[in-house]
């Protein structure tokens, strides 16, 4: 055979046609032949899997909060651990702290899903009738202590050191307007806290802070999630559509109040996100439990649409960060 045959660089696309050839030959699949770029976006992103972590991008996800419609983080922790995006931080509000502290306590997905199909607000406070009579008669405010207590039940008393993957979520401090950032210490009360309406349910008391939902500072904490130095930042927002919402009952007017509170905060963390992923979910209100499945299924989905960005993303700051940043 000629050996100058062997050595010469062959063409691109040619090889690219061999392949396919081969495929179609062997597996029938002729739909490999039209994603060519698919392929090999796929076999560079799972050579970058297989470096040293230190040598990879850090990847933070962002969870924001949106009650009811923030189980749409779950649909889409399953997409991206289906397609083995690694995670090397999570940062929550609100529902997202909730999902985000089950999530990096190495709980199963499948089991946070049926998690999130059963939940009931029984479970997580002492939301009822007789309660919202005493609330009104004697301007008590309804506990949040059974959250606490259900998220210990779940994954035990653990502090956030003692997670599989570094955690962090927003509260706010009711006195103050402070935005308090849990990264240590206990996690249930801080995930507690991080989803704890104003004005409904009392504040959380820690360490003498009065805490209650992190959206009313920050419902989309990218901003905190550059605190970490991350080199790229996914995140997953599940934004109401407030022109719909009602407004003639407590539930709905206080969830309003804090989404017209964010609406900016939102839109300037939105900017600093590398890749957003954005469930179809602004129909569904902030109170439907029951709607838990029909979230999961839109993340899902929203999340599968940005798989190939989110490859893309990690290859091309792979190279940066072993390639540019040495010369």
Known sequence: MNKNFINKPMNVKFIKIIICLIVVLFFGNTAFCFDQEGFLVDHLYYKTLNLPKEKRPKVILVLGGGGARGFAHVGALKALREAN????????????????????????????????????????????IPSLITMVTSEKLLSTEKMEKYINNLIGDKYFFQLNIPFACVATDIKTGEKIIFKEGPVAPAARASANIPGLFAPVEYRQRFLVDGGLVENIPVSVAKLFDPDIIITVAVSADITKNSYDNVFFTLFQTIYIQGQQSDRENLAMSDIIIAPKVSDISAIELDKAGECIDAGFIAAKKNLRKIKQLIIDKTYEKNVLQKN
């Open 85 to 128: 995006v690694p995670i090397d931080m999570v940062v929550g509000t609100s529902m997202g702290a909730l999902i985000g502290s089950l999530y990096c306590s190495g709980m199963k997905i499948e089991d946070i899903e049926k998690i999130a199909e059963d939940i009931k607000w029984a479970n997580i406070s002492n939301l009822g």
